[in-house]
């Protein structure tokens, strides 16, 4: 349309286009899972396996002195999955990036779609379980409700 019927491009135009858009897609992706790494590995995982152990370490001490410990056990337990799934998720994650930085641009564009994309939804899922499991003063970021509601 843009190039027969209202003459406003070339071919080689618009094929110019699509390929710095595509790359510049590729890159922004990039930029992106890179920096969700960064908030995942130096941020959020270090602060809740610091709550989690503080979890645990309450659990010992509770059950030392004949104390029960349901509620404590109950919230390591909710507190498993999410974060053995991060883990997982962001080794996946450091490996697609390593992966993906030697990839043409348009192939690089398909496969973070199609591989990245889902993955980070997913991170942001156990993320999302997690920032309300978690306490205010060990979650390393502004939660959703100081946001919507401070």
């Known amino acids: 349309m843009l190039t027969k019927d209202q003459g406003i491009m070339s071919k080689a135009e618009l094929e110019s286009r699509y390929h710095v858009l595509v790359e510049k897609y590729g890159k922004d992706l990039l930029i992106e899972a890179s920096t969700l790494r960064s908030m995942l ?3 959020i995982l270090p602060q809740v396996l610091e709550f989690r152990k503080q979890l645990a370490e309450s659990c010992v ?10 509620p404590e056990s109950g919230l390591l337990k909710q507190i498993e999955g999410p974060v053995t799934e ?3 998720d962001g080794q996946t994650l450091v490996d697609l990036i390593d992966t993906a930085k030697d990839l043409d641009h348009e192939p690089l564009a398909v496969k973070l779609n199609k ?3 889902p993955l980070m939804e997913k991170i942001r899922k156990n ?4 920032e ?3 306490p205010d003063k060990s979650w390393p ?3 959703y409700t100081e946001l919507l509601f401070t």
Not at 61 to 70: D, E, N, P, R
Not at 127 to 130: M, R
């Open 41 to 43: 590995f130096t941020q």
């Open 61 to 70: 001490a509770l059950k030392g002195v004949g104390a029960s410990i349901v």
């Open 86 to 88: 991060m883990m997982a």
């Open 115 to 117: 591989d990245l994309l």
């Open 127 to 130: 993320a999302d379980v997690l």
């Open 132 to 134: 309300q499991l978690t």
């Open 141 to 143: 970021f502004p939660k």
